[in-house]
């Protein structure tokens, strides 16, 4: 050792000390790909991709080859550090001489590149799998006699690695990611996503138009009458009844008998020849579920019956669509940002539709409107003037009928008015 020259000691150091960096920074880039991106460049057959795929299928052989040369070269470097010391300044520089080795591998063979690999890991991570993939077939006896006890090890508290399951990702966890993804994608396909996501969790009970606010046809009314309410009509379809909407007799499609209003012969009858069946859906059918029946049965149309076949609301395709993808017509939601952050909110307003407008997380397990909210809430119906926190978001009623809240305004959450 003492014939060669400090210079060529030198150079190598300097390239076990950039081997190390190699190993280290390789291994967090590998470790850190993103699975979901790295799947995608696999589908389009990135070649770098699908070596690094291959090599994370047994991760414990990749850390046993990136272990092993990683503590091959460190401990080489220490030899090599010491002879340095030695050789410049005795056998009282080895101190020193370690000192500075442990100070040069930190900053430049484990915390730059590490770094670097944890903010760019395709940068490292695709390049080193070409290394990597010849390395293990090269030195897969001792990568294996290695992974052999650390496995028989790992055993001793349950540990199987090569029963390691596929990575999940939850509902939860997705909303997550697609929530924090405004940089990556527009806010309305963010919305989309969200609400695609949400259908799972929602019935058409949470969507629905209430009972009282359906629009249909009493065929037992005058045909004077049932004529104005087809003209007059802003929907498509309508449930045709007899006195009550408990008596639901078909849906019309209003397109079959507009040519005949104005036949002098036009009776009733050419109503109820035209009838759709009607479809009746259970109230706490998932809209998931209820999206694919729409599909499968061809109907943009039902009624929603409760567990003794009330009639308890009206739902249509189009409330389906409009809750992935937000309001088909947003001139009037019922919702009034003001100037100092509150809102101006109809009561009628479901409690789902005011949390995708505001952001909020009111519950939705029971009552549907702000209305029904409010009055569990408070257990009374309130007089307009009356100020409340609801599940802490303060509000102050502005108006109510005999039976129920018509309007309220929400205040920032700072506090409750003056």
Same mark, same amino acid.
């Given at each position: 050792m003492n014939d060669i020259p400090l210079s060529l000691l030198f150079g190598a150091l300097a390239l076990l000390l950039l081997l190390s960096a190699f190993f280290s920074g390789s291994e967090t880039a590998l470790m850190t790909l993103n699975r979901y991106r790295l799947q995608h460049l696999v589908k389009h057959h990135h070649r770098g991709a699908t070596k690094a795929q291959k090599l994370l299928q047994r991760p414990d052989r990749l850390i046993g080859m990136i272990l092993l040369g990683n503590n091959f070269v460190n401990i080489l470097a220490s030899s090599i550090a010491t002879i340095i010391a030695i050789r410049i300044g005795g056998e009282s520089s080895i101190a020193i001489g370690a000192g500075i080795?442990?100070? /040069?591998?930190?900053? $430049?063979? =484990?915390?730059?590149?590490?770094?670097? @690999?944890?903010? &760019?890991?395709?940068?490292?991570? $695709?390049?080193? @799998?070409?290394?990597?993939?010849?390395?293990?077939?090269? #030195?897969?006896? $001792?990568?294996?006699?290695? +992974?052999? #006890?650390?496995?028989?090890?790992?055993?001793?508290?349950?540990?199987?690695?090569?029963?390691n399951k596929k990575e999940t990702i939850s509902k939860e966890e997705l909303k997550s990611i697609v929530s924090e993804a405004e940089s990556l994608m527009p806010k309305r396909y963010q919305n989309i996503l969200l609400g695609i996501l949400d259908l799972e969790s929602a019935t058409v009970e949470d969507i629905m138009t209430p009972r009282h606010e359906i629009y249909g046809i009493d065929i037992d009314e005058p045909i004077e009458n049932i004529i104005e309410t087809i003209k007059s009509s802003s929907h498509t379809r309508l449930p045709v009844f007899k006195k009550s909407i408990d008596r639901v007799v078909g849906f019309l499609h209003l397109r079959s008998v507009l040519t005949h209003l104005n036949h002098?012969? #036009?009776?009733?009858?050419?109503?109820? =020849?035209?009838?759709? &069946?009607?479809? $009746?859906?259970?109230?706490?059918?998932?809209?998931? +579920?209820?999206?694919?029946? #729409?599909?499968?049965?061809?109907?943009?149309? *039902?009624?929603?019956?409760?567990?003794?076949?009330?009639?308890?609301?009206?739902?249509?395709?189009?409330?389906?669509?409009?809750?992935?993808? *937000?309001?088909? /017509?947003?001139?009037?939601?019922?919702?009034?940002?003001?100037?100092?952050? %509150?809102?101006?909110?109809?009561?009628?307003?479901?409690?789902? =539709?005011?949390?995708?407008?505001? *952001?909020?997380?009111?519950?939705?397990?029971?009552?549907?409107? !702000? +209305?029904?909210?409010? !009055? =569990?809430?408070?257990?009374?119906?309130?007089?307009?003037?009356?100020?409340?926190?609801?599940? %802490?978001?303060?509000?102050?009623?502005?108006?109510?009928?005999? +039976?129920? /809240?018509?309007? /309220?305004?929400?205040?920032?959450?700072?506090?409750?008015?003056?």
């Open positions: 080795l442990t100070v /040069v591998i930190l900053i $430049f063979s =484990e915390v730059t590149p590490k770094t670097l @690999a944890a903010i &760019k890991p395709e940068l490292l991570a $695709f390049p080193s @799998a070409w290394i990597y993939i010849p390395m293990l077939k090269v #030195f897969y006896p $001792f990568v294996a006699t290695i +992974n052999f #006890f650390c496995n028989l090890l790992l055993r001793l508290f349950g540990i199987h690695v090569t029963q002098e012969t #036009f009776d009733k009858n050419d109503i109820l =020849e035209t009838l759709i &069946k009607p479809y $009746f859906i259970p109230e706490n059918t998932p809209l998931h +579920n209820q999206l694919q029946h #729409f599909k499968s049965e061809r109907l943009r149309i *039902g009624l929603v019956v409760d567990e003794y076949g009330d009639v308890q609301g009206l739902v249509t395709l189009e409330d389906l669509l409009q809750e992935i993808v *937000g309001e088909l /017509v947003s001139d009037d939601q019922g919702v009034s940002k003001l100037t100092d952050g %509150g809102y101006l909110v109809d009561a009628s307003v479901t409690i789902r =539709e005011l949390n995708r407008i505001t *952001g909020w997380k009111l519950p939705t397990e029971g009552p549907k409107t !702000i +209305n029904g909210l409010i !009055i =569990e809430f408070m257990e009374t119906i309130p007089e307009p003037g009356t100020s409340v926190r609801l599940h %802490g978001h303060p509000l102050e009623i502005i108006k109510r009928t005999k +039976n129920s /809240v018509t309007q /309220v305004k929400f205040y920032p959450n700072q506090g409750l008015p003056d």
